[in-house]
């Protein structure tokens, strides 16, 4: 019996609805067995004082508009609304996961809509999976802002063909309003589209990417004085070159020396072997495949081989060469480039060869949540590549996919069962959240 395409698409509609529902139900049961930790009530509170008064002063610890604060105000805003609707630190974690997935599903519809391949309900569905694919996803709930910079930063790369200006902004916010690391694939990217024949031209693009920058910096002038404003410069900038996890003084002192004691005294020792492939091979495997690919990733996407290799390999050179310590989370800044770029190339590109989409869907296999389903997953794909056409006929490649994503959520929920849980109603925060008591009654869960 020949499979028609309404009962396909009948039968992705299906899947897609159930896998989202188990996507909801991993975020809400991950919320409970997240512990209270500082970094969540700092950013919580100081996004919070920002959206009501303009002051990004969090509950305790720092200073309004302070040096150390390094989550922008884009991390929190699912959060915030969360918070005030509810007064309940598990809702604002999961609001501020929809927000960050939502965030993604309406830049993907502006950068894909004209895409003769594109599926408003498959970019539902991705918009969910390749937030959850990205190791250390949670971190979207303790509203700090890995994932939402690099999110903002490698989709404006898919827009600078579209609009430059745009582009260029969001870039700068990826930074200013997100994570400053991102500085480092901004700079190598705006250094990568300066035309030397006609520098006015770039020269005045480039102010799209200092509006963020001039906008904050002003508003933190007014909010906070001369006298404020330049302790916060003076500290910002001697942190950065001072502190020892910013990499610069490894970068003053480098040697290949510099490298092995860094990487002994980091946190890589203790990492399975799946993280150590995750963030250490994928990247340049992903970096192979669009290089091989450039020119017709660049004809189908406008965005060059250049482009994607300093997005990554700026961050790349940062965390295993600089940093002496190696925060898993930090790989952040250029997995999900990798994730999503690929999982662009499969769901929008026409022309990719069929070796290289099982190359990447091999790649981004590395990222599901079991050996079983990874070894199961190439395996499956491979027969399904190397089937004849009649006899793919019965199922796209996408259905295929979208099959094991759902089968790695399922499991994601299952090992969830062997967590444990934590008390997040705090009474204290309920009556004040930026009250001594919710502070201290917080704070001292979180270090039970």
């Known amino acids: 019996m020949k499979m028609t395409k309404s009962n396909k698409s009948w039968i992705t509609n299906l899947l897609i609805a159930f896998g989202l529902i188990i996507s909801i139900q991993v975020v809400l049961n991950t919320s409970y067995t997240l512990k209270p930790w500082e970094d969540e009530l700092i950013s919580l509170t100081s996004s919070s004082n920002f959206f009501k008064n303009l002051n990004f002063l969090p509950s305790s610890s720092y200073g309004n508009y302070s040096y150390g604060l390094t989550s922008g105000i ?9 918070w005030n609707i509810s007064q309940s630190f598990v809702v604002s974690r999961v609001a501020n996961f929809l927000y960050i997935c939502l965030l993604q599903i309406f830049m993907v519809i502006y950068i894909f809509k004209d895409n003769k391949k594109f599926n408003i309900v498959i970019v539902f569905f991705f918009g969910f999976i390749s937030i959850l694919l990205v190791p250390w996803w949670f971190s979207t709930m303790y509203l700090i802002a890995e994932i939402v910079s690099t999110l903002v930063f490698v989709n404006a790369l898919f827009i600078y063909d579209k609009n430059k200006k745009l582009s260029l902004f969001l870039i700068g916010s990826s930074v200013i309003f997100g994570k400053f690391l991102m500085i480092i694939p901004s700079v190598l990217f ?26 904050w910096y ?28 910013s990499g610069v003084q490894s970068a003053l002192n480098f040697s290949f020396n510099t490298i092995y004691e860094n990487l002994q005294k980091s946190e890589v020792p203790q990492w399975t072997p799946a993280s150590v492939i995750r963030a250490g091979l994928t990247p340049l495997i992903f970096l192979l495949i ?44 250029f997995v999900l480039i990798v994730i999503f770029i690929s999982l662009y190339i499969f769901l929008f590109s026409s022309g990719v060869s069929k070796f290289y989409k099982f190359l990447l869907l091999a790649n981004i296999s590395f990222f599901l949540s079991d050996l079983k389903i ?28 979208i099959f094991f994503l759902i089968i790695n959520l399922i499991n994601m929920n299952l090992e969830l069962r062997e967590k444990d849980k934590y008390n997040l109603e705090f009474n204290s925060c309920e009556v004040d959240l930026f009250g001594p008591e919710c502070v201290k009654e917080y704070l001292l869960d979180s270090y039970n």
């Open 218 to 245: 002003m508003l933190m002038y007014f909010k906070i004085g001369t006298e404020d404003f330049l302790f916060y410069l003076n500290n910002f900038f001697g942190t950065l070159i001072n502190r020892e996890d």
């Open 74 to 82: 884009l991390s929190a805003i699912g959060g915030v609304i969360g």
């Open 190 to 215: 705006l250094i990568s589209k300066i035309d030397f024949n006609n520098l006015k031209k770039s020269f005045t693009n480039s102010l799209f990417f200092i509006t963020p920058f001039l906008a």
């Open 374 to 401: 990874v070894i199961a997953f190439n395996l499956v794909i491979f027969l399904y590549f190397i089937l004849k056409e009649k006899q793919k006929a019965v199922f796209n490649p996408e259905v295929v996919v």
């Open 290 to 333: 669009y290089f091989k690919n450039r020119n017709l990733f660049l004809k189908e996407f406008g965005v060059s081989f250049t482009s994607v290799l300093f997005a990554i390999i700026g961050t790349y050179a940062w965390f295993w060469v600089l940093t002496p310590f190696k925060y898993i989370r930090q790989s952040t800044h």
